[in-house]
């Protein structure tokens, strides 16, 4: 079955229209059909429930949807590892939540790019479940996430410590900042057992978010209180516009970095390891100029 067929069709599932979806992938809305006809053809079942203006996935569509994903991913990565080949040069795909690329490794990145001559890299944020399927995969070379993964096939060590501070957009205790305008930050599930247990009587958060960038700029802008790395938010407590809670001690958190233990470029993705342990964590290149310019 050609690759083209299963790109069709998340093409398809995406838009949830053939016209656009033909718009997409410069083809025609004939030939957007037929791949689809082909492929429920291929699984001797309906892939699209086909309604006027509105096209939905049927459950077998669903189900097909992380494995058409996987390969059109595979054809891809393996595109591009046989593309740099014939330049002489190694890819490293790696990934990290979204929280860590916001406080930390945005500026590893920057480290890492400077120490690796003939090497490309790839670099994604993604979910930490869509990152341990993708190192099971091998659609990814290395891995960074809050909770470490478990695996036969992975090894997985910390690298780092990452500092959470509660921070404020005025001078307040402890309590007045869990109890009015606290934004609370999915920092993974161990912060939230140990959050459960710090903090077991205080009101439902203002807002809840799986971004620490997010929240950052939600009590900017509204004003609250939320536990904050400290690389994300040194910039601007110098400045004034956020303020360390008092009371409020540091809250270490770990950062795991794993990977094949079958790995076709061990030796590479051992040397990002030693290299991101042996980097200082940063805010990202852009808050530290706003910082500049606000101070």
Excluded at 94 to 104: C, F, Q, R, S, V
Excluded at 121 to 128: G, M
Excluded at 166 to 188: C, F, I, P
Excluded at 272 to 282: A, H, K, M, W
């Amino acid at each position: 079955m050609d690759v083209k067929v299963f790109r069709t069709f998340l093409e398809v599932a995406k838009e949830r229209h053939f016209g656009r979806a033909a718009e997409n992938l410069y083809i025609t809305q004939v030939a957007v059909s037929a791949r689809i006809k082909q492929l429920e053809g291929f699984f001797s079942t309906q892939l699209f429930q086909r309604e006027r203006n509105n096209i939905k996935l049927t459950s077998a569509g669903e189900r097909l949807v992380p494995y058409a994903e996987v390969m059109v991913n595979t054809l891809e990565q393996a595109k591009q590892d046989i593309s740099l080949q014939s330049y002489q040069s190694i890819q490293l795909t790696l990934a990290g939540t979204p929280n860590l690329w916001d406080a930390y490794l945005q500026h590893a990145l920057s480290v890492i790019t400077d120490a690796f001559d003939g090497y490309a890299f790839n670099a994604e944020t993604l979910s930490r479940e869509q990152i341990h399927r993708g190192l099971l995969e091998r659609t990814l070379d290395i891995g960074l996430v809050f909770d470490a993964l478990k695996a036969d096939e992975l090894k997985c060590q910390q690298v780092t410590t990452l500092s959470l501070q509660l921070v404020s957009t005025e001078q307040q205790s402890l309590t007045e900042a869990l109890e009015k305008r606290y934004v609370y930050v999915d920092w993974g599930t161990r912060f939230a057992q140990e959050h459960a247990e710090r903090h077991p009587r205080i009101p439902p958060p203002w807002l809840r978010t799986s971004s620490g960038r997010i929240a950052l700029d939600f009590i900017l802008e509204k004003g609250g209180a939320a536990y904050l790395p400290q690389p994300l938010v040194e910039p601007l407590t110098g400045t004034g516009q956020l303020y360390l809670v008092e009371g409020a001690s540091r809250w270490p958190r770990p950062v795991y970095l794993s990977f094949r233990k079958d790995a076709a470029a061990l030796e590479a993705i051992q040397r990002v390891q030693s290299l991101i342990g042996d980097t200082e964590p940063s805010g990202a290149f852009s808050l530290q100029q706003l910082g500049n310019l606000t101070g």
